[in-house]
């Protein structure tokens, strides 16, 4: 296979001096573990306040009752919760120099708020290509362009991180 433009400028990458440092960085799991660690955190509140109140209330059946539910749908919010957040760390994560070749993205209505996922079209120093999936950050937040070069964090079809190194 012949060498590209491209290839070459992402094998020197490894040689540059931000490299190991960039290779040092540990994302976590991105956006949708941070969302899903969150429902867990907040269901666990919430199952400690429903057993509080049904502590409270003792021995009037009403908030029992209350209580009760709200413990059960605490706990169904924790087990969904943790389901994804297993199914997302279950892929293994990858660091490796990578170029932007496109982008794409969709926004998506919520009421009065909107969210913006990217797509990522990935060229990789093996020759590989895949595209992945990445939330936006809101409006300060600066979208990688094509031609960009850096290290790829990604896990999946996510991409978790990129940072930038220039060659």
């Known amino acids: 296979m012949a060498e ?3 290839n070459h400028r992402l094998l020197k990458m490894r040689e540059h001096d931000m ?3 960039a290779l040092a960085l540990e994302p976590g799991g991105g956006e949708e573990c941070r969302q899903a660690s969150r429902q867990i955190t907040n269901g666990l509140v919430g199952a400690v306040l429903g057993a509080l109140l049904i502590l409270w209330s003792w021995p009037g059946w009403f908030g029992i009752l209350v209580g009760a539910l709200v413990v059960i749908w605490c706990a169904r919010r924790v087990l969904a919760a943790q389901k994804v957040r297993s199914s997302i ?3 293994s994560l990858e660091k490796r120099p990578a170029m932007v070749t496109d982008r794409r993205s969709e926004t998506a209505f919520n009421g009065w708020s909107g969210r913006v996922t990217y797509f990522f079209q ?3 120093e093996d020759g590989s290509k895949g595209e992945f999936r990445f939330p936006g950050r809101g409006w300060s937040y600066d979208p990688l362009q094509r031609g960009a070069t850096g290290v790829a964090y990604t896990r999946g079809k ?3 991180e990129f940072r930038h190194i220039k060659v």
């Open 4 to 6: 590209t433009q491209e």
């Open 19 to 21: 490299f190991p440092e």
């Open 89 to 91: 760390l279950q892929d």
């Open 122 to 124: 990935l060229e990789f």
């Open 158 to 160: 996510n991409l978790l």
